[in-house]
């Protein structure tokens, strides 16, 4: 029997979209399904987002500000990708040349172009391992387009799989490894000439974020009993965006209770200032929620989803 494509819902839940005003500290649902789930938007603009559902990339036309509808699957519009077979929810949009960058299931990084989609061009090759089984997860892209912030995650010929954070040339799919230290590491990106993401590192079991500038040591921005993961700093730099689970939950599984939570920019710069967390919003996710950039260009409103059981 073929497997299903893409994660599936549970009976009786719904996959939701939503998106957040930063400064009216409000949120707005704009999509809902009950038979397929979607996934980690990104904002390609005002009017846009793109999610993966299904194995597949799809388009979300937004309604607009005061038009209270909400969407279904009958709203999404396929991106099409000749020579991708499935995809995961590591996509990241690259700016500097309108294309979005996708994580396959076979490992691999495929360039594709937005928002027509078209034929899309691997980036890397895993089989340059061999014997190591190595595979990408994409969660950023420095602006400029010259360099992936990827997890590499490589199962070595004795049996043990790590997870560490590259510097992908997307010319040569090589990667450059800024971490080697045995932790278990997630969620990377590029911030303000910074590599943000989430590790074990100071707290075996349980994943704080960190930060690393100018090529110093691991600074820990979050401390708590939490588990954190997926850290997004807006882009102009004023918020720092997290997921957050509740202590004792390993990795960042689905169906959880957690999170969104936000701290101030500044911090990933080398501020020292002491200041709590606020809590934006708590709902039911966690895989899938925000794994990958969800800011809108001006830094105003970002997207999220939730997967309630009613």
């Known amino acids: 029997m073929t497997e299903p494509r893409g994660r599936q819902l549970l ?5 939701r979209v939503h998106v957040y005003d930063v400064g009216a500290r409000t949120g707005r649902l704009v999509f809902e399904s009950s038979t397929l789930l979607v996934e980690a938007p990104n904002v390609l603009d005002d ?15 937004l309604p607009a500000p005061g038009d209270d509808r909400v969407l279904d699957e009958t709203a999404l519009v396929p991106v ?25 299931r076979n490992g691999e990084l495929y360039r594709v172009p937005l928002p027509a989609g078209g034929e899309a061009r691997q980036l890397t090759d895993t089989t340059t391992a061999l014997p190591t089984t190595r595979k990408f997860y994409l969660h950023g892209i420095a602006a400029d387009g010259r360099a992936l912030a990827a997890i590499v995650g490589e199962l070595t010929p004795d049996g043990v799989w790590t997870t560490d954070v590259a510097s992908v040339d997307p010319g040569t799919g090589e990667p450059t490894f800024l971490t080697r230290d045995g932790f278990p590491d997630d969620g990377c990106t590029f911030a303000d000439g910074a ?18 500038r100018d090529g110093g040591e691991p600074v820990r921005l979050t401390d708590d009993d939490r588990v954190n ?17 509740e ?20 911090l990933v710069r080398g501020a020292r200032i002491a200041v709590l967390p606020e809590t934006l919003v708590a709902l039911d996710g966690g895989q899938g929620t925000v794994n990958v950039p969800p800011w809108s260009p001006d830094s105003r409103w970002f997207a ?6 009613r």
């Open 11 to 15: 009976p009786g839940q719904t996959s």
């Open 47 to 61: 009017d846009t987002l793109v999610l993966n559902g299904g194995g597949d990339l799809w388009l979300l036309p």
């Open 80 to 104: 099409p990708m000749p020579g991708v077979e499935e995809i995961n929810n590591d996509h990241v949009l690259d700016r500097s040349d309108g294309s979005v960058v996708v994580s396959a």
């Open 195 to 212: 590599v943000l993401w989430n590790t074990e590192r100071f707290t075996p079991g349980t994943a704080q974020l960190a930060v690393v």
């Open 229 to 245: 993961w997926f850290p997004h700093l807006s882009p102009d730099g004023a918020h720092l965006l997290y997921l957050s689970y």
């Open 247 to 266: 202590p004792g939950v390993q990795g960042h599984p689905a169906d959880h209770r957690v999170e969104l939570r936000l701290l101030p920019g500044a």
């Open 304 to 309: 999220y989803c939730d997967y309630p059981v």
